[in-house]
């Protein structure tokens, strides 16, 4: 895969090397990384769900933490010296993870719960009033309603 340099970019814009390096992070793949599968899911119009499933893990394991835009879960799992079991075969993963999320502007986090192994992580977008659109009414000028009036002579 080919890297794009933003250098010429920089030069040329004013504030917006945050979203260059954004992009540049975007573009270098993740390593394959597929542990624990998620979904993203759109709830309302300004609300979203991230679902993350984390079979096996409890909520003192886990840890969300959200920091400048990127939302990061990590789990880690409590070593259990159970020597009186032996495992034959394990096929419910408990490794630890570490799963980023880049978060758009005024994006706020609002709550997380576990349930049934699963990890729910509601999402909200706050826009603020100022950068709300907003509606502005056109108004007339009554003094000049007689202005475009033509007054035509008798003859």
């Known amino acids: 895969m080919r890297h ?6 920089y030069r040329s814009t004013v504030g917006f090397d945050r979203l260059f390096s954004m992009l540049d992070n975007m573009s270098q793949p993740d390593n394959g990384q597929t542990y624990p599968p998620y ?14 499933a984390v079979a096996g893990f409890g909520e003192d394991e886990l840890s969300i933490e959200s920091r400048e835009n990127t939302l990061t879960i990590t789990g880690e799992k409590a070593e259990k010296d159970d020597s009186s079991a032996e495992t034959l075969y394990r096929g419910i993963a408990g490794r ?3 799963r980023r999320f880049q978060l758009a502007e005024h994006v706020e986090v609002k ?9 729910h992580i509601n999402l909200v977008r706050v ?9 502005i ?19």
């Open 4 to 9: 794009v340099d933003f250098a010429p970019l």
């Open 39 to 52: 979904n993203i899911e759109r709830t309302g119009e300004n609300a979203y769900r991230i679902t993350m």
């Open 96 to 98: 630890a993870f570490e």
């Open 111 to 119: 709550g997380a719960s576990l349930k049934n192994g699963l990890l």
């Open 127 to 135: 826009i603020p009033e100022a950068m709300k659109p907003r509606k």
């Open 137 to 155: 009414s056109i108004a007339t000028d009554p003094g000049n309603a007689n202005d475009k009036q033509i007054e035509a002579e008798a003859a």
